[in-house]
């Protein structure tokens, strides 16, 4: 069967995480993402990540780049700009994550590009924007997980503000401009103009804090760390040590009180009138949970999750090799492979988007630097042998 997206082809100016994070989602459902990099600086920076690299090649950018194609292009060189050209006319979107900044000094926003391809849609993903004071400043996503104030949520009080594990802005900010880009292409479908599409990572941040956002503008509660990593209102909902490690439980209905009550063998706390509502959980919280931390460590991890499972939202806190090996991760077919020259076999996570669940997923590796060049510009500019010869000889690709 075709993909999703089979016949949608997108240029995309991305390096590092975000971006080429937002571009694999939508190669992995069938869009043809021709991934540009600069033959003079060595190319996407990811290539170069350590540990796990060798030469022009990483594990790091297989994470990032897989079923795209990719060519090289000195966008410094004016041949080059006219190459450019040629392909925004047979594509339908322009992808880039620059400084917010960039776009418009290089030409790659809708005023320019769409006097090409008025149905062309031109996507920026930038730390601060398009617009602003600080859009000239690059940004990555460690800094947006302090500037946003999730670094302030997030660890224990006793401990000095802490990042997420993973580049959860990055990653949410890659999936935005995918959407972004997506909407702006379906809607250039139906009108016949394109637009240009601006994503940040700090708006992108600041959109994920959600009701506590809400919260705070409008009464005086004030988001803070909390112990056990629990939720700010509804009790019980945290970590819990067992006798052998950790795990997460999550009352987030009052239909799950009673089973846990039951799970613990403490059925008298199911109608004890301190804790038989949200509310009442809420106000004598500390006195609910020394009870239920002194109940949790009792058991094991696994013993908790066999009462637990099914009743009660409830989850160990695993390794990341845990995970990766869960029954219900690879029952879905969440690891996938690709054959690397430099690696081997590459295993990867898959994405999370599944369309026609149980068709096969073509997996190509990421593009060896400039793979895909020639055949890029033989099919889809026209090019002879002649004509790309010259371009290399003038430094264009």
Not at 5 to 33: H, K, N, T, W
Not at 166 to 190: E, K, P, T
Not at 206 to 232: Q, W
Request: negative net charge; aromatic residues 8%; glycine residues 8%.
């Amino acid at each position: 069967m075709p993909r999703p997206l089979d016949g949608v082809r997108i240029l995309a100016l991305s390096q590092f995480g975000a971006g080429p994070f937002g571009m694999l989602q939508l190669a992995d459902l069938g869009a043809e993402i021709i991934k540009i990099e600069d033959p003079t600086t060595g190319g996407d920076v990811a290539r170069y990540v350590p540990p796990y690299r060798s030469g022009q090649d990483s594990l790091y950018y297989h994470s990032f780049n897989r079923n795209n194609r990719g060519i090289t292009l000195n966008l410094r060189v004016p041949e080059a700009r006219k190459v450019l050209h040629d392909l925004v006319r047979e594509s339908d979107g322009f992808f880039s994550n620059l400084r917010g900044d960039q776009p418009e000094r290089l030409g790659l926003t809708y005023e320019h590009l769409g006097e090409i391809n008025p149905k062309i849609v031109c996507c920026s993903l930038s730390g601060f924007g398009m617009t602003g004071p600080r859009r000239t400043e690059p940004g990555y996503d460690y800094l947006f997980q302090a500037y946003s104030g999730f670094m302030s949520l997030t660890g224990d009080p006793s401990t000095p503000p802490t990042k997420a594990g993973v580049s959860i802005v990055d990653y949410a900010g890659g999936l935005n401009a995918a959407l972004g880009l997506m909407i702006g292409i379906f809607q250039a479908q139906r009108t016949g103009k394109g637009c240009d599409v601006d994503i940040s990572l700090l708006d992108t941040a600041v959109s994920m804090l959600a009701y506590v956002a809400t919260f705070s503008l409008n009464s005086d509660y004030e988001p803070k760390r909390l112990p056990e990593s629990s939720h700010p209102t509804l009790y019980p909902s945290q970590v819990y040590a067992a006798s052998d490690g950790y795990l997460v439980i999550m009352v987030a209905k009052e239909k799950f009180w009673p089973p846990l009550c039951t799970a613990l063998e403490r059925p008298d706390l199911i109608d004890d009138p301190r804790f038989r509502t949200f509310d009442d959980r809420y106000q004598h919280y500390q006195e609910m949970n020394a009870i239920l931390k002194a109940v949790f460590k009792t058991r094991t991890v696994e013993e908790w999750m066999d009462r637990l499972r099914g009743s009660v939202p409830c989850a160990p806190v695993n390794s990341v090799e845990e995970a990766l090996n869960d029954p219900q991760i690879l029952s879905r077919e969440m690891i996938i492979q690709t054959e690397t020259e430099q690696f081997g076999t590459v295993r990867h996570v898959g994405s999370a988007i599944r369309m026609n669940p149980g068709e096969p997923t073509p997996n190509r590796p990421g593009p060896a630097l400039g793979e895909d060049t020639d055949d890029v510009l033989q099919s889809l500019a026209g090019y002879n042998e002649q004509r790309i010869q010259q371009l290399r000889d003038l430094g264009a690709i």
